[in-house]
């Protein structure tokens, strides 16, 4: 089994759409939590920390359930530009910051 | 200012050959990574060094030797290049664990 699993993609979707992701992964000594997007030919970018209590950025909400090892994100009034592939990642601090990265899911918002 | 930069951009070489990648970082991190991005998107770590000491090592043929001369570099040595080498490969940083990192914006590696 990987370490961190994500949804298949792609997700094709038009602008406006509300799109959920979904992550699990495996280590329950997991202590942070990302997610990170990945332009085309780009290196990936942080575009969020996740926290146990949830936190929210502009259209970007991120919820953690540690209980279930269950991490997701939600894009509300997708754009455009969001069309990039989406990486959930996975801290266990006790191995020297060593990130661990779901395969990413892609999406593509059309007009 | 690049945060992160890696030279070259791009790299295209014959098997067998010896190759580096250089990577550094102006943001006074503590911590620096490579990590290598295969045909399949999969983004592995390679190695992880924290103020020049080596502290992650992965199942990384010997072939690939890091070093760090000082905390805001390091570099990749390739030896003898195979074909299964051709990947992207990434450098990183970060301040402490815990954090995510800065990437920088990759090396395209091709060998043929």
């Known amino acids: 089994r990987k370490e961190v699993e994500q949804d298949p993609g792609p997700f094709n979707v038009p602008e406006g759409a509300t799109v959920a992701f979904n992550c699990t992964y495996s280590n329950s000594a997991s202590q942070s939590f990302f997610w990170y997007r990945q332009d085309c030919r780009k290196e990936p970018k942080l575009l969020m920390s996740?926290?146990?209590s949830g936190n929210e950025d502009g259209r970007f909400t991120a919820q953690l359930n540690r209980a279930s090892q269950y991490i997701s994100l939600l894009i509300r009034d997708s754009k455009l530009s969001d069309s990039a592939t989406y990486l959930c990642v996975v801290n266990k601090n006790n191995q020297g910051g060593k990130l661990i990265f779901g395969q990413g899911t892609e999406l593509s918002v059309k007009p | 200012d690049t945060a992160v930069s890696q030279t070259p951009k791009y790299l295209v070489t014959q098997m067998g050959n010896d190759k580096s990648i250089k990577c550094e970082q102006n943001?006074?991190?503590?911590?620096m990574y490579w990590y290598k991005q295969d045909s399949k998107k999969f983004l592995k770590i390679m190695f992880s060094y924290n103020n020049k000491e080596l502290i992650i090592n992965e199942t990384v043929p010997n072939r690939f030797s890091p070093k760090s001369p000082d905390k805001a570099h390091l570099n990749l040595h390739i030896n003898s290049l195979e074909l299964g080498d051709s990947a992207v490969y990434f450098c990183?940083?970060?301040?402490?664990?815990?954090?995510?990192?800065?990437f920088g914006s990759g090396t395209r590696l091709t060998v043929v």
């Open positions: 990183a940083s970060s301040q402490g664990t815990g954090v995510g990192y800065t």
């Open positions: 943001l006074g991190h503590d911590t």
């Open positions: 996740v926290y146990s």
